[in-house]
């Protein structure tokens, strides 16, 4: 059971509940982990601001879920690693890529994204080395950053909250 309460979009300011039904009409639903952010009004706003301008960064749909599944699987968000796992797959990675994703493993940006998360980013010298080998460039370094830290803030929300799971059961 959460145990932060989800705003409902009865109960939602006008402000919020036009965010609210905002997302709702982009994903389809109203997920939880967006009815908590409104506990926070000006919280849910940064978020989907931040969100925003994240998606017009250089990288790529599938990259950005490998980002999102290896930071969450480091947090051990299973909200996250469920909400992900659906939106990888419709960015087109197969369920042994996303499982792959999750550890790193998949490519440069779920290794890189690992790495950072996993030392708060404490990256060694080597570790930036081996990303920009990999073809991952300042700009693109930059941009996994943002793209982890974004993913840490819902990461540590749900893990907080206990956000009731609203995606379909994950494998793994």
Excluded: W
């Excluded at 300011?13 to 997920?31: C, H, M, N, W, Y």
């Excluded at 947090?75 to 994703?101: M, P, R, V």
């Excluded at 570790?127 to 300042?138: E, F, K, L, S």
């Amino acid at each position: 059971m959460t145990r932060i309460t989800p705003v409902s979009l009865e109960l939602a300011t006008d402000a919020t509940r036009s965010l609210l039904e905002g997302v709702q009409k982009k994903i389809g639903f109203l997920p939880n982990v967006f009815r908590v952010l409104a506990q926070a009004p000006a919280v849910l706003a940064s978020y989907l601001q931040n969100s925003t301008a994240l998606s017009k960064t250089s990288l790529s749909a599938t990259q950005k879920e490998a980002i999102f599944l290896a930071t969450s699987q480091v947090n051990g968000c299973d909200y996250c690693l469920a909400a992900h796992t659906l939106f990888a797959g419709k960015a087109g990675l197969s369920s042994e890529q996303i499982l792959s994703a999750r550890e790193g493993q998949l490519n440069a940006y779920a290794l890189l994204a690992q790495q950072i998360t996993e030392s708060r980013g404490h990256l060694s010298s080597e570790q930036i080395a081996a990303a920009r080998a990999a073809g991952i460039d300042d700009t693109k370094i930059v941009e996994v950053i943002a793209h982890v830290a974004s993913q840490t803030l819902t990461n540590y929300l749900n893990n907080v909250a206990l956000t009731d799971i609203d995606f379909p059961a994950i494998d793994a």
